[in-house]
């Protein structure tokens, strides 16, 4: 402007350029106070993009700033996720660290029990898991008891399990992994057979002679929702070879529902190679087990070991009628003896 003035040539200008015109002072612009609208709009198009730049960059900006933080939110939420998840796996292997330390300490303890209860001497006579538990062995497990004269049989292994119901029990089979087969003959039923800690007959010989004193069972059974009932016999006796080793129950107690074994009370035993059943039909072999068939079941606790899923298409499996009926094959048995004058 000033240069224009110039070139026109008067002082006058200068005036104007001094006087009228607003005094410019670049280096104090006035405190605090905003310039004009309309000067702004007239000579600050520039400004005004900046400013619609420096909008957008700002909104730009607070968006990535947001995207940023949501990031951030799911990356912790992942960590803290898998933090949870070692923990929970660090637990469970713990667990199974106790859980293993615990079954090893169980055995050591087994294995010097079971050391003990052979160097008895006759005189106190150990016969059974119950003179056991009388002698303050109270943890179930592997035992060796001692030959004994007065009952006539030879050193052996037994389970005992020195908790159920007050404890003392001799457990004489038991039926859980289905790895073995109980369609045995006569000789293998007579002198017993399986794995002690897992599937196993104790043998006729063995049950007949435990049994010679006056004695109870028990009867536990697990179906294949977990659910546990038992059936308690107040007597239980089994007779020897020339009887067929015949049952003798006596009165039935439980949760079971229905008592499917004194059906087969007063009944001999019978084999797939010995049918001493009260049938035409030969039962041990319709049903697959060595069992005191009458005619021929209304339990079938040797019967076929079926696993879930295909255990309610059989009449061969393990069953207790009045439970589940005819064709439930059952997941778990146990059947134990103990005195009937038994204390705990
Ligand atoms: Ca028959």
């Not at 905003?34 to 909104?59: D, G, W, Y």
């Not at 009887?243 to 074994?261: C, E, K, P």
Request: proline share 3%; glycine share 6%.
């Amino acid at each position: 402007m000033l240069k224009r003035c110039l070139s026109a040539g008067g002082w006058l200008c200068i005036f104007i350029a001094v006087f009228v015109s607003p005094p410019v002072w670049p280096q104090k612009p006035p405190k605090h106070k905003k310039p004009a609208k309309l000067k702004a709009v007239a000579c600050c198009e520039e400004v005004r993009e900046l400013q619609a730049q420096t909008a957008n960059l700002s909104s730009l900006l607070s968006e990535l700033r947001r995207k940023q933080e949501q990031d951030w939110v799911s990356v912790v939420m992942q960590v803290m996720e898998l933090e949870s998840s070692s923990k929970r796996m660090e637990s469970r292997l713990t667990e199974a660290e106790s859980k293993f330390s615990q079954m090893n300490n169980q055995i050591d303890i087994m294995q010097l029990q079971a050391a003990q209860t052979v160097t008895q001497t006759s005189a106190d006579a150990i016969y059974d898991c119950s003179s056991l538990y009388q002698r303050n062995y109270r943890i179930s497990g592997v035992y060796k008891l001692p030959p004994d004269d007065f009952l006539g049989s030879p050193e052996m292994e037994v389970f005992c399990d020195m908790e159920t119901s007050g404890g003392g029990w001799t457990v004489v089979q038991r039926r859980k992994s289905g790895l073995v087969s109980f369609y045995q003959d006569w000789r293998q039923y007579k002198q017993g057979f399986g794995s002690i800690r897992g599937d196993f007959w104790l043998g006729n010989e063995n049950i007949h002679r435990l049994s010679r004193r006056p004695t109870r069972l028990r009867v536990e059974l697990e179906d294949w929702e977990g659910d546990v009932r038992y059936a308690e016999y107040s007597h239980f006796a089994l007779g020897n070879e020339r009887n067929s080793y015949r049952l003798f129950l006596g009165n039935y107690s439980g949760n079971v529902g229905n008592d499917a074994l004194i059906y087969h009370n007063n009944t001999a035993f019978s084999t797939k190679d010995k049918d001493n059943d009260n049938c035409l039909d030969k039962c041990a072999q319709l049903r697959k087990g060595g069992y005191w068939y009458n005619c021929c079941t209304d339990s079938n606790l040797n019967g076929v070991h079926y696993h879930l899923g295909e255990h309610t298409k059989h009449l061969d499996g393990i069953t207790w009628y009045g439970w589940h009926g005819s064709s439930y094959s059952l997941k778990r048995v146990e059947m134990k003896i103990r005195p009937e004058d038994f204390q705990p």
